[in-house]
């Protein structure tokens, strides 16, 4: 781990004065062999960061391009715990859903993470969309999550005096978590059993050979600036034994900056921004969440809380077209 402090703070002048990337100024940076690399110190790299090193023993290295961790998707969503209601039987996001909301509620007591099941209600406003709240409770139902009930309109208004609906679906097993509390715990028990946070340290592409992956490693500021056309040019190289990409929004787009990997394992990103809205000055009227039926891209403007009670609702959904991969790199 030291080591490669060391090389990347001594290589960085090594090749920034050439315009293109030839075979001598390949062979002319410094190259590591490490053990585990996580791409990525969002809450899903650290988790699974502490993961390597806590359970399975393993020297990790993560890498950020931000200046901190948490910066990206991390930072910006509603901090629900979600249930395991939304998605198909069998599939691996209910599986998981299911199994790691029970995982994360167990965490959270024993790590003191602040955190609440304040439960969910799912509400039908008319006619049309009581048989898509009866298919949500069957769905849920068979995907193992405990408590669902369905609800007349009038009982969810005795829970919720301000809601006004047809029929509801409440969940009592979603719940919301301070996401930030839960990353500096995590990366607390990483760094305890020998993990690596480098920062400001972006991930510019790789290639596979017969040694398998070579990471090609450049501090961030070097690429704010970078016209697009000119080859990025690394400080250093990494070669692990194991490497997970976990960079969030960008790592479809860098995982086509890997030359010799198949670009058809890499799913297309399909991308779309949502906006919050605060209500401010005024007592709460929400004890619960409350979310709509879903809708195409989303889960529907929802109502959200925080563990101070500030009530939020969103997000829309503004689908985004013509992002290239290399502005999508960038911006990971």
Avoid at 192 to 205: A, C, D, Q
Avoid at 278 to 294: A, D, G, M, R
Wanted: proline share 5%; aromatic share 6%; glycine share 10%.
């Amino acid at each position: 781990m030291k080591k490669f402090k060391t090389l990347l703070a001594t290589t960085r002048n090594a090749i920034k004065s050439a315009s293109y990337f030839t075979d001598e100024q390949y062979k002319s940076v410094s190259k590591e062999k490490v053990d585990a690399v996580v791409i990525g110190a969002g809450v899903v790299g650290i988790a699974i960061a502490r993961e390597l090193a806590v359970n399975h023993g393993r020297e990790v290295i993560v890498l950020e391009s931000a200046s901190t961790f948490g910066t990206g998707t991390s930072s910006r969503n509603s901090e629900v715990i979600h249930a395991g209601i939304y998605y198909p039987p069998n599939s691996l996001k209910a599986v998981m859903c299911v199994r790691g909301r029970q995982l994360l509620y167990k965490y959270c007591k024993q790590h003191d993470i602040p955190h609440k099941q304040i439960g969910k209600l799912i509400v039908a406003t008319g006619p049309s969309e009581v048989p898509k709240l009866n298919t949500l409770m069957t769905r849920g139902i068979e995907n193992g999550v405990e408590g669902l009930k369905l609800m007349e309109g009038h009982e969810a208004t005795r829970m919720e005096p301000e809601l006004q609906c047809l029929k509801a679906l409440l969940s009592p097993a979603s719940g919301i978590v301070d996401t930030h509390s839960l990353m500096l715990s995590m990366m607390g028990e990483a760094e305890s059993h020998g993990t690596t946070f480098s920062y400001n340290t972006t991930v510019i592409g790789g290639h596979c050979d017969k040694d398998g992956i070579q990471l090609h490693i450049s501090e961030s500021k070097a690429i704010k600036n970078h016209d697009g056309r000119s080859l990025l040019q690394p400080d250093v190289i990494l070669i692990p034994r194991l490497l997970v990409n976990s960079a969030g929004l960008g790592a479809p787009a860098l995982s086509k900056r890997f030359n010799g990997l198949d670009v058809e394992v890499i799913p297309t990103p399909y991308f779309a921004r949502g906006c919050y809205f605060v209500l401010s000055n005024s007592k709460t009227p929400f004890q619960h969440l409350i979310y709509p039926i879903p809708e195409d891209g989303g889960l529907g403007v929802h109502v959200t809380l925080d563990l101070n009670g500030q009530v939020k609702f969103g997000p829309d959904v503004e689908w985004i077209n013509g992002i290239d991969d290399f502005s999508s790199f960038l911006n990971m």
